[in-house]
């Protein structure tokens, strides 16, 4: 299998995460989280799209609507977001991006183009990751440090490009619901950075995204059923001492009817004793400090035999 990564105790790199003590006796801790993709989302999955003004509009709804709405509120709510920003809408919005980090809350890296990297060589991801990088840091004057992969979507070397670039830590993986070390590979000595999970039910693209001819399934979700949704899932995080990362569409949850529900949803965090809702560097932060010894995923490798799987490309019909 595998040797353990950097563990003293010798344990196994794919053992479960380790729970996390939270910063002054806090019981778990949330980050609410907005990925700014904007017309990005779009363009990248067809640059014909940027013709169309109807669908150029729904994306705009983002920066122009809902950033400035989400801003009042979390003033409202006195706390602090962190908005994952890819480079292109940074450039094409310089003046909000400036308000959101003049307002105290973080700004992360979320690709350039929205870029999904399926297929692609380390050296495009690379090259993605550093025109991304320069957009923000040229918009905002700070250097992100944290990073949050287009669609979630990483490859295996995604960890040591981050690496290389300094950052702290990633929000893109699934296996945990507990921040940990991330190993760039199995065996001793291995870098790692922090890795913060997320996951697909703890997103409102599942719930409200609907663009004809480019994605969504058609159904447009009540705020209210959403807001039931998520409030179950705090207060199961919070009892098992979780990190609740909660990701949400300033163009998808700008909206006023969303928008009411997610301040909901925070007033019901305020009320939690010992929740602790920070940004995701400020979790990056802390989690770093815990020196946990970092964990690993082997890439899976199958042995085919002539005439079996090997034949087929991936995605290939079964
Ligand atoms: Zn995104």
């Given amino acids: 299998?595998?040797?353990?990564?950097?563990?003293?105790?010798?344990?196994?790199?794919?053992?479960?995460?380790?729970?996390?003590?939270?910063?002054?006796?806090?019981?778990?801790?949330?980050?609410?989280?907005?990925?700014?993709?904007?017309?990005?989302?779009?363009?990248?999955?067809?640059?014909?799209?940027?013709?169309?003004?109807?669908?150029?509009?729904?994306?705009?709804?983002?920066?122009?609507?809902?950033?400035?709405?989400?801003?009042?509120?979390?003033?409202?709510?006195?706390?602090?977001?962190?908005?994952?920003?890819?480079?292109?809408?940074?450039?094409?919005?310089?003046?909000?991006?400036?308000?959101?980090?003049?307002?105290?809350?973080?700004?992360?890296?979320?690709?350039?183009?929205?870029?999904?990297?399926?297929?692609?060589?380390?050296?495009?991801?690379?090259?993605?990751?550093?025109?991304?990088?320069?957009?923000?840091?040229?918009?905002?004057?700070?250097?992100?440090?944290?990073?949050?992969?287009?669609?979630?979507?990483?490859?295996?070397?995604?960890?040591?490009?981050?690496l290389d670039r300094g950052f702290a830590y990633d929000s893109s993986l699934m296996d945990c619901d507990v921040p940990y070390e991330l190993a760039e590979h199995p065996g001793d000595g291995a870098r790692s950075l922090v890795e913060i999970p997320v996951h697909w039910a703890l997103d409102d693209w599942e719930q409200y995204a609907y663009l004809p001819e480019a994605f969504g399934s058609g159904l447009i979700e009540d705020p209210a059923k959403v807001l039931s949704m998520w409030t179950a899932e705090l207060a199961?995080?919070?009892?098992?001492?979780?990190?609740?990362?909660?990701t949400n569409h300033p163009f998808l949850s700008g909206r006023l009817g969303r928008l009411r529900a997610m301040e909901t949803l925070i007033e019901t965090m305020h009320a939690l004793p010992g929740l602790w809702i920070a940004t995701a560097e400020q979790v990056a932060t802390h989690v770093r400090g815990l020196r946990l010894a970092p964990r690993a995923f082997p890439q899976p490798v199958v042995d085919t035999r002539p005439g079996e799987l090997s034949d087929r490309s991936p995605g290939a019909p079964a």
């Fill in 236 to 246: 199961a995080y919070h009892d098992h001492g979780a990190c609740f990362t909660l």
């Fill in 1 to 162: 299998m595998t040797a353990a990564a950097n563990d003293p105790a010798g344990r196994d790199a794919t053992r479960p995460a380790d729970p996390i003590s939270w910063p002054d006796g806090a019981r778990s801790a949330a980050i609410l989280s907005y990925d700014m993709d904007a017309e990005a989302v779009v363009l990248a999955i067809d640059l014909s799209h940027g013709e169309r003004l109807s669908v150029m509009s729904h994306q705009a709804y983002g920066p122009v609507t809902g950033v400035p709405r989400i801003l009042a509120m979390l003033e409202r709510q006195d706390v602090k977001a962190t908005f994952f920003c890819p480079g292109y809408t940074a450039e094409r919005y310089p003046e909000l991006l400036r308000r959101v980090a003049d307002a105290g809350h973080e700004i992360a890296h979320h690709g350039y183009l929205h870029e999904a990297v399926r297929g692609m060589s380390a050296a495009a991801e690379a090259a993605m990751l550093d025109r991304g990088l320069e957009a923000l840091e040229r918009v905002t004057g700070r250097r992100p440090v944290g990073y949050r992969a287009p669609m979630w979507e990483t490859t295996y070397a995604t960890p040591g490009l981050l």
